[in-house]
């Protein structure tokens, strides 16, 4: 039940009461998520953790606002992004949610540059702002050497750290990491995580990831586990 | 510029595949284009055709002369202004396949009632002096390689025996779509000739050409020539020079519904072949048209850049086959020779074909970009790893 609620006196950045998420196959009603209540707070790093099928995407999903709950509310600074149109949920993610993915989901025709950039492309920042903006996070991903290359020419850690660039360029409220390493080996692996890590301590960024890796849990500050659709102690 | 250099860039990301969809709706469009010129140039004659002209054949077949005494008659009446008569001669150049029409003509008369067919003043007297003279279209004229003076033989097949002609002037069109792939004679010297071979034959004309007062009267005038010779041994059929044309385009209306029906198969099947081009396309992308939408971009960003794709790669080939109809009929017209005269490429062709390749390229993006449009971000990642 609602296990990951405190009572620490501040305004939670994200605030999740009563959810739910369940899909209808025919006649059988399958829950993925039930009575899900969790407040994460501003500069949070939190991991979420569980086996698979246990619906930690799916939560990260909810909170990104890349799907939608089937009860109850998700509060990020102070929107319940359970009620927005398409529409308004599009124009939410690209102002407030920064994503990682496992396979990092760049688009294989544009180069670093253009990558990060592309969140960009939605605001109406000027070409030379933007191009200030994609230079300063290259510097911080220290990928500027490789800006015009394309994500085939990338190796696996550099094209994550491109994704990690693209997720902060926006300046989100929270970014939201889907198994950021699932795909490295743990040498490259260190690294994002340091890099999400300096996130998180130096840019007082909130990272939401989900994570088989106990490794990565551990640069968490908080654990969350789910079982079964339920979070657990 | 960023939308543009996306598309772009997605429409030459499987260049093999790309490359043969553009060569596939090339060769459509040019398909396409040649034969609507094909049917166009089949009526090319018709519409080159002047209202203030009728003609008068004999009404049992065209292939039924009429007597050159009806000449007389056919000037007095009322609203014909001047008469020319015409036989079509039939004859072959060196061999079978150097097809072109020839015609014995009532040379002042015809010429005067044609002016669209110019001729510079010295050859017309050139050719009004010289009973055995001859004038050629310029078009025949360079296929030929003919220059004035040049003697040209004609092997008969209608009036047997080897006619030379003296060629003496060599015509332009006053319009681009007047037709300078004819061969004219003196019908004076047809007519001579066949007296003497066959005297039974002689005086005889295939059809009488008569200028109108007014255009308005082509109506009343025809049924006054007809009912002049009403009951006589050969009685005429008269009708206005586009009708007349329309006649022999009529005797070939199925093959031209046919060609016609073709060219717009062609693109259906172009069509078909571009829409699995974009669906194949479309759904390899699903998991970068989720991540899109993930990072903001709306359901109507990934159908812009479906249709956008779709689009450019039509055009692309809508242009390049628009491009390469020209050679393509030129050498098509080079091949039949003076079968089709007028195989120009029409402005209409060319919108057409721009219209097919804007069809194609929407067509080809509707379903894909309504597809991409809808899919959930979730189910749109999961495609991915």
Redesign the interface.
Known sequence: MAVAVEDTGREPLVAIRGLAKYYIRGDQVIPVLEHINLDVYEADYVALMGPSGSGKSTLL?LI?G??KPSAGEIRVAGVDIAQLS??DL??W???NVG?I???Y?L????TAF?NI???L??TALTRAERRERVEVALQLVALTDRATHRPNELSGGQQQRVAIA?ALITDPAIIVADEPTG?LDRTTAEEILSLLERLNGELGKTIIMVTHDPKAAEKAHRLIHLEKGVLVD | M?VL??VL??AF?HKLRTTLTVVGIVVAIVAFGVLRTIVDAWYAGANASSSARLVTRNSVSLTFSLPLTYAQKLRQVSGVTGVAWANWFGGVYIKESNFFPQFAISAQTYLDMYPEFVLSPEEHRAFMADRTGAIAGRKLAEKYGWKVGDQIPLRGTIYPGTWTFNLRGIYDGAESGTDTSTFFFHFDYLNEKVKQMYPRRGDQVGVFVEQLRDPDEAAAVSQAIDATFKNSLAETLTETEKAFQLGFVAMSEAILVAIQAVSFIVIVIIMAVMANTMAMTARERY??YA?????????GFVAFLIFAESLGIAMLGAGVGIALTFPVAQGFADAVGAILSGLAISRETMLMQVGAGLLVGVIAAIVPAWRAARI???DG?RT??
């Open positions: 999903n990104a890349i799907d398409e529409a599009a124009a993610r690209a102002a994503f993915f496992q396979f989901n688009i294989p025709v544009l253009q950039e592309l969140p492309q939605l693209r795909d | 960023f250099l996306f860039r997605n990301r998991g970068e991540t899109l939408k993930a990072l903001g971009f709306g359901a959930r971000i979730v990642l991915i790893g």
